[in-house]
T-cell receptor
Framework: AQKVTQAQTEISVVEKEDVTLDCVYE???????LFWYKQPPSGELVFLIR??????QNEISGRYSWNFQKSTSSFNFTITASQVVDSAVYFC??????????????FGKGTLLTVNP | DTGVSQDPRHKITKRGQNVTFRCDPI?????LYWYRQTLGQGPEFLTYFQNEAQLEKSRLLSDRFSAERPKGSFSTLEIQRTEQGDSAMYLC???????????FGEGSRLTVL
């Protein structure tokens, strides 16, 4: 069975601080996808990134960066120079990739990030 | 607005009543997913469709739940004889085939009194 663990329930930082959200996953699949989603107070889940299990390159997008380490089954997310608008719940998710992939996502419980001015 | 649309956004009902939620996916997306999210938890997979075919159902989807996607366009999720434990946010998502991005709607929040 697949499992995603986000050990940090809540994180509070002051604006401009860097913050890392941890994600550890479990799967028996050799091919899978990892995702991060942002859920602001409005409730809509916003897609941030998808990463294939064969691609262990770290990725940077503006102030966001992701560190995928297959050896430790982790897919951590760092926000650099955080801003108040980054305040949201962040979810890490894992999907099977049978053939064309079915995208039946298993989500973690989420980390509530509060960025204070 | 060309995103995933869900209706109603909020439904309050009494225990034992039936409710139906509608999801209109992004038009060119052939896969449609339903998830349920309870307070303080991540979304949980319920079921998904490829075009009009329902390909998989979670064990969370008891026989009181039924989902359809006639003609492979919009989808409905019906809950019969609602129970207080059904109170949750019901999320619909559709998938863009080429990039694999899963786009979520804003959800339909159900409160069962």
């Amino acid at each position: 069975a697949q499992k995603v663990t986000q050990a940090q329930t809540e994180i509070s930082v002051v604006e401009k601080e860097d913050v890392t959200l941890d994600c550890v996953y479990e799967t028996r699949d050799t091919t899978y996808y990892l995702f991060w989603y942002k859920q602001p107070p409005s409730g809509e889940l916003v897609f941030l990134i998808r990463r294939n299990s064969f691609d262990e390159q770290n990725e940077i997008s503006g102030r966001y960066s992701w560190n995928f380490q297959k050896s430790t089954s982790s897919f951590n997310f760092t926000i650099t120079a955080s801003q108040v608008v980054d305040s949201a719940v962040y979810f890490c998710a894992l999907s099977e990739a049978e053939g064309g992939s079915n995208y039946k996502l298993t989500f973690g419980k989420g980390t509530l990030l509060t960025v204070n001015p | 607005d060309t995103g995933v649309s869900q209706d109603p956004r909020h439904k309050i009902t009494k225990r034992g009543q039936n409710v139906t939620f509608r999801c209109d996916p992004i038009s060119e997306h052939n896969r449609l997913y339903w998830y349920r999210q309870t307070l303080g938890q991540g979304p949980e997979f319920l079921t998904y469709f490829q075009n009009e075919a329902q390909l998989e159902k979670s064990r969370l989807l008891s026989d009181r739940f039924s989902a359809e996607r006639p003609k492979g366009s919009f989808s409905t999720l019906e809950i019969q004889r609602t129970e207080q434990g059904d109170s949750a946010m019901y999320l619909c998502a559709s998938r863009r085939v080429d990039t694999g991005e899963l786009f979520f709607g804003e959800g339909s929040r159900l409160t069962v009194l």
